[in-house]
């Protein structure tokens, strides 16, 4: 069964930081580029990074600089270090899973995704 269990969301001031995990199983993870969406209130789910499984990574440009994706495949874990982090960041982020190296910015191209993890940035 196909599982991916992301967690490290939570409560966080303006200027703080977040490190999101996701924690994948029932697939072959070193050969599924790996994705980081989130999605607002009363907005579409949209995309913040990818990383293949080559570790190639490509970032919102809203978040370039700030965010970074990493992965670690002995144990089939990706991870998004989210610093300097703003109120617009507040959102659910997902995790999410395309076969293939390459990722992509489009929520139709992901085969598998997470339930997702709140983050909420606050004074």
């Known amino acids: 069964q196909v599982q991916l269990v992301e967690s490290g969301g939570g409560l966080v001031q303006p200027g703080g930081s977040l490190r999101l995990f996701c924690v994948a199983s029932?697939?072959?993870?070193?050969?599924?580029?790996m994705g980081w969406f989130r999605q607002a209130p009363g907005k579409e789910r949209e995309f913040v990074a990818h990383?293949?499984?080559?570790?190639?990574?490509n970032y919102l440009d809203s978040v370039k600089g700030r965010f970074t994706i990493s992965r670690d495949n002995a144990k089939n874990t990706v991870y998004l270090q989210m610093n300097s982090l703003q109120p617009e960041d507040t959102a659910v982020y997902y995790c999410?899973?395309?076969?293939?190296?390459?990722?992509?910015?489009?929520?139709?191209?992901?085969?598998?995704w997470g339930q997702g993890t709140q983050v909420t940035v606050s004074s």
């Open positions: 999410a899973a395309r076969t293939g190296n390459f990722g992509s910015t489009l929520v139709r191209a992901y085969d598998y």
């Open positions: 990383i293949s499984w080559s570790g190639t990574t």
């Open positions: 029932g697939f072959a993870f070193r050969n599924y580029a």
